[in-house]
């Protein structure tokens, strides 16, 4: 499975962004797809997952602020972000994971597999 990530970019705090990762195959029911960043000298950090069954999961950090959604018809994720930070900054990538996932590890990102190569966001 490969995956390009778009729509990275430079935005005052307090805008919005939306992101989004386009899939070689369909995913919709195999993976759990999920957003993760990563800010220079820190780790890589995960935001927002959809699970297999659907179900959603956010990071404390991004919860109520972003939101991911997925276009089955498309292969694609997206994640709209909202109310950006400068502490947003970070490259921001998109993965899948194996099919089940319990929830206590959708956001750790050593259980995914498939990676994008990432795309930029700069909130200043």
């Known amino acids: 499975v490969q995956l390009v990530e778009s729509g990275g970019g430079s935005v005052q705090a307090g805008g919005s962004l939306t992101l989004s990762c386009t899939t070689s195959?369909?995913?919709?029911?195999?993976?759990?797809m999920a957003w993760f960043r990563q800010a220079p000298g820190k780790e890589r950090e995960g935001l927002a997952v959809?699970?297999?069954?659907?179900?959603?999961a956010y990071s404390e950090s991004v919860r109520g602020r972003f939101t991911i959604s997925g276009d089955i018809a498309k292969n694609a994720l997206y994640l709209e972000m909202t109310k950006l930070e400068p502490e947003d900054t970070a490259m921001y990538y998109c993965?899948?994971?194996?099919?089940?996932?319990?929830?206590?590890?959708?956001?750790?990102?050593?259980?995914?597999?498939?990676w994008g190569q990432g795309t930029q966001v700069t909130v200043s």
């Open positions: 993965a899948a994971g194996p099919r089940v996932l319990p929830t206590a590890w959708v956001l750790q990102p050593g259980r995914y597999f498939y």
């Open positions: 195959a369909s995913t919709s029911n195999m993976y759990c």
């Open positions: 959809i699970r297999s069954d659907g179900i959603l």
